[in-house]
């Protein structure tokens, strides 16, 4: 496995309109970031366990790398430099999810940038004192991953252990942090029956406090527990 720490990502093959991107009702000049490489969660929809499977069995080390924050830095100077961005689109699997200690670091070094940008992440992952932290260096929106209304099938499923009541107290967290988010959500998973996609819907309306919403239809991607299912 490549240390991402020697890399320096190049767009100069690209053309410039492939960096417009709508967030926000708006059109943003944005450029993609990496934080970290891969994600510590289990997920049975998601391609990112596969891969850490992968790299075990091939005797490669672990797939989930993270970047330095004096990588980071020296990476988001020379994408300015070179790009003139607008907007940072932190692509990483789940952004927040790192020692709290690392959140403050990212903080502290965005602190001289303060260009508006996006992550995803889950919900297990925040507290207000970091939500704190980014929404005073220029944190845009972020999206969570919701996937699935019912508790039950959720847990046993699609491996995600967050109760409903949980979700609703820690999505008031971030009502409260003034950042505007999203919730994505996944229709037509396995045994997924109408009433379960109804729990989707209701959970959806309890919490209320997102300004978009994002459904997008399962796809069985290799290597994952609900392709074999």
């Known amino acids: 496995?490549?240390?991402?720490?020697?890399?320096?990502?190049?767009?100069?093959?690209?053309?410039?309109?492939?960096?417009?991107?709508?967030?926000g009702a708006r059109i943003w000049k944005a450029i993609p970031i990496e934080t970290y490489r891969g994600c510590p969660y289990t997920c049975t929809f998601c391609n990112s366990p596969a891969q850490v499977t992968l790299a075990k069995e091939r005797?490669?080390?672990?797939?989930?790398?993270?970047?330095?924050?004096?990588?980071?830095r020296r990476e988001i100077e020379t994408m300015i430099t070179r790009y003139s961005p607008e907007f940072f689109y932190i692509n990483d699997d789940a952004f927040m999810a790192r020692p709290k200690q690392e959140m403050?670091?990212?903080?502290?070094?965005y602190q001289d940038f303060k260009l508006p940008f996006w992550f995803q992440t889950r919900f297990e992952d925040i507290d207000a004192e970091k939500l704190d932290w980014l929404a005073g260096v220029g944190c845009h929106r972020i999206s969570f991953g919701l996937e699935?209304?019912?508790?039950?099938?959720r847990k046993e499923t699609l491996r995600r252990k967050m109760t409903n009541e949980?979700?609703?107290k820690q999505s008031k967290i971030v009502a409260a942090s003034g950042i505007p988010y999203t919730l994505n959500n996944i229709?037509?998973?396995?045994?997924?029956?109408?009433?379960?996609?109804f729990d989707s819907i209701r959970l959806n309306r309890q919490i209320g406090t997102f300004d978009s919403l994002s459904v997008n239809v399962f796809v069985p991607y290799h290597g994952t527990p609900l392709r074999e299912m």
């Open 1 to 23: 496995l490549v240390d991402i720490n020697r890399i320096m990502p190049d767009f100069s093959l690209f053309d410039e309109r492939r960096f417009l991107r709508p967030l």
């Open 59 to 72: 005797q490669q080390g672990l797939f989930l790398r993270r970047k330095t924050m004096a990588t980071l």
């Open 104 to 109: 403050a670091e990212f903080a502290r070094m």
């Open 148 to 153: 699935h209304g019912n508790e039950e099938y």
């Open 166 to 168: 949980f979700i609703l």
């Open 187 to 197: 229709v037509g998973m396995p045994y997924e029956t109408r009433a379960l996609l």
